[in-house]
């Protein structure tokens, strides 16, 4: 995305109701990476930079870093991926065939599970429980909702996700994806 596609979706956001606070530094970027391990793709990180969403359900980045409060919900959003497969595996006998035979302890299964689950792209928190995958770290990588493991593609970029989310169009010049680039592990869902 360019500036002036993203200074249209801030626009478009704002007339959704979104509130904005100013964009993130480079060196509130640095801290995030460092306390969260977090690295935002190009389009993500370029949107944040321009202005931060602070609406209700957002992550609010800068928060997290200045607030023990808001530091743990952070935390919690971005380990949620994690606590849904875990939740599956034990309660709705989810098992990936890739994993290996299904051990019967449940303790076994979490370890096996965190494992592999560390392996795959890491999944950023952008809304709610959308999420935007870290790796590949270029422009263009789809937004997934993750609900447990009622994973789904929710937009194939970052900007036909807000206008899906926000229910708002693109102009036709704007050059959003038309289908999804595959992620590994999620993009199978």
């Known amino acids: 995305m360019n500036i002036s596609q993203i200074t249209l979706l801030i626009k478009r956001l704002k007339q959704s109701g979104v509130s904005f606070a ?8 640095v801290k995030i ?4 391990q977090v690295t935002f793709p190009p389009d993500l990180k370029q949107f944040l930079q321009m202005a ?3 609406s209700d359900r957002f992550v609010n980045w800068r928060a997290g870093l200045h607030s023990p409060e808001e530091k743990q919900q952070l935390e919690q959003r971005i380990n949620w991926p994690l606590e849904g497969m875990l939740f599956d595996v034990e309660n709705n ?3 990936e065939p890739s994993w290996g035979e299904r051990p019967a302890s449940a303790e076994e299964r979490k370890v096996i599970v965190s494992q592999y689950f560390y392996t795959y792209p890491k999944l950023i928190p952008i809304y709610s429980h959308r999420y935007i995958p870290a790796i590949p770290d270029e422009v263009g990588n789809p937004v997934f909702s ?6 789904i593609y929710y937009g194939y970029d970052l900007a036909s996700y807000f206008a899906h989310e926000f229910s ?7 050059d959003a994806a038309e289908e999804p680039k595959y992620i590994e592990f999620w993009g199978d869902f």
């Open 146 to 151: 993750v609900y447990q493991m009622d994973i």
């Open 168 to 174: 708002f169009s693109l102009p036709e010049r704007f």
């Open 22 to 29: 100013e964009g993130l530094t480079d060196d509130e970027l």
């Open 93 to 95: 006998s989810y098992w």
């Open 52 to 54: 931060l969403p602070v």
């Open 33 to 36: 990476k460092d306390v969260f």
